[in-house]
């Protein structure tokens, strides 16, 4: 019975078997449920969404120069990540949300450099304080992974301010 099951393997290839798994994680963001989790645990995510949000028109607003070309996605929509919910990134600075394995909503953010960082850890100064926010600097510098970014993503996602 070993030998079938071994002889059923080798038959099948590896491009067989990824068309055969239509299997795609869930946003882990969605996961989280009235019925399956704590009500705070709800509204946790969902008071991080409108932070996220509400910081990110600040930024372009009032900090942000005008023309400025930046990348924004709203990736809870799409299969690509299931960790990510927002991505907004310009040459001096990035925001990143995402709800983690555990269901936990944690903003990471890096603006060093930039001429306005207080002004920017000023908004995030309550996030950080409640441990929802962390500095995380991109690797090797903030302007080269802009440019990996441009390089990288569609243009429906890069815009001018």
């Known amino acids: 019975m070993t030998r079938q099951t071994e002889n059923d393997n080798k038959s099948k290839s590896p491009s067989t078997l990824s ?7 869930q946003k882990m963001w969605k996961k989280v449920k009235p019925s399956t989790h704590p009500t705070n645990m709800v509204l946790a ?3 991080a969404m409108a932070a996220y949000l509400a910081i990110l028109q ?3 607003t009032h900090i942000i120069e005008p023309g400025t070309v930046y990348f924004e996605r709203d990736y809870r929509g799409d299969n690509s990540d299931s960790h990510a919910c927002y991505c907004f990134a310009f040459e001096k600075g990035y925001l ?3 709800c983690d394995a555990a269901c936990n909503m944690q903003l990471h953010y ?30 090797p ?20 301010l």
């Open 110 to 139: 890096d603006f060093t450099g930039y001429a306005k960082e207080a002004e920017v850890v000023k908004l995030l100064k309550l996030l950080i304080h409640l441990k929802l926010a962390s500095h995380r600097p991109r690797q």
């Open 141 to 160: 510098d903030l302007p080269t992974f802009f440019k990996g970014v441009m390089a990288y993503q569609p243009q429906q996602f890069i815009h001018t």
């Open 96 to 98: 990143y949300l995402e």
């Open 45 to 47: 995510v969902e008071h």
């Open 19 to 25: 068309r055969r798994w239509p299997y795609r994680e």
């Open 58 to 60: 600040v930024l372009k």
